[in-house]
């Protein structure tokens, strides 16, 4: 593909410059050329059809334009008349699926790379949704994805309410972070809206008891159940980008919000650093004579602790009921 188009193209897809070279791993030139003939339009499906015919980017025009709405290249825009539309995404939205679907390719990347990407992605994820969550810590309800710590318990009671549709996912903080050894298809979706994963292809398809087999086995893994209605994640503290964002902002206690209280009974413990391992804010923690501590003043409310102490010497005490005694 000629230089000038290219940059052309990259202009249009939104492709910061540090990452022009890189962006060429991630997108195909074809893809390009689409992005170039699309020029930022949003185009009716029968139309764009025409329009790759024309330009002859592909021998089966609907086969490519699916595979470009797989790989996050293009994004549906539907009508209130429910008819279909299709306009180009950009290099921020195409960036998490490179990682989560085309995770081995990602892998080739320097290391350094993957850094300076995963750093320009926070900022942006941070600009989109900040002042989301300065209205959290401000007290006013407002829609934000990750919004909340959820119990096991209540993690299995969102299931139950949506057992026609559940999907399991590559986690894209994960992904994102490559460098750790968490379990990377853990995150749970319940949709399969326009635009989302599902809708695109992507995810397998579980059960009820399949989902809640795989939620107890991310508890007990050391994953958080971080969410809401639609879905969630199954967090930890080192890649979660909701997480990054909450420190970032110091939305502790506000955004992700928890309605519980961690009660640790030290006259029960005894002292097997279950806690102490599973934690993912260092609440937890062991001196040097082995015994265990707990600092309240690092802990964030996930819960996870609780049923994964096998004395039962973590207890919940629900927020309401703790500030009204």
Known sequence: MEQERLRQAQELFEVPEEFYEVSCQMVHDVEWELILAMDKRTIPYEELKKLVEKERLAADAADFIRECYSRAILKKVIAEDGSLSYTATNFYARYPYYTQYEYYEYGKLPR????????WDRAVYVSIYKDDV????QGIETWIHNSTFL????ANAVLEQHPEHITLHACNCKTMMYYHDRPLQVCMHLFDWPNSESDRGHGE???LEEAKVKLKEFNKKGLMQNGE?????????YCCYPLH????????????KSHYQIDWHEDECI????????CNFGAFYKDENKKVHYNPDLCWGCTICSPNCPKGAI???????????
């Open 112 to 119: 350094e790379m993957k850094e300076r990407l995963n750093e």
């Open 134 to 137: 300065e209205k959290k810590k």
């Open 151 to 154: 119990t096991l318990a209540e």
């Open 205 to 207: 398809c579980l059960t």
């Open 229 to 237: 209605e639609g879905g969630f994640c199954n967090c930890d503290g």
């Open 245 to 256: 964002m909450a420190r970032t902002l110091g939305s502790k206690g506000a955004y992700p």
């Open 271 to 278: 002292n097997c650093g279950k806690c102490t391992t599973i």
């Open 315 to 325: 207890h919940l005490i629900p927020k309401e009921e703790n500030e009204n005694s």
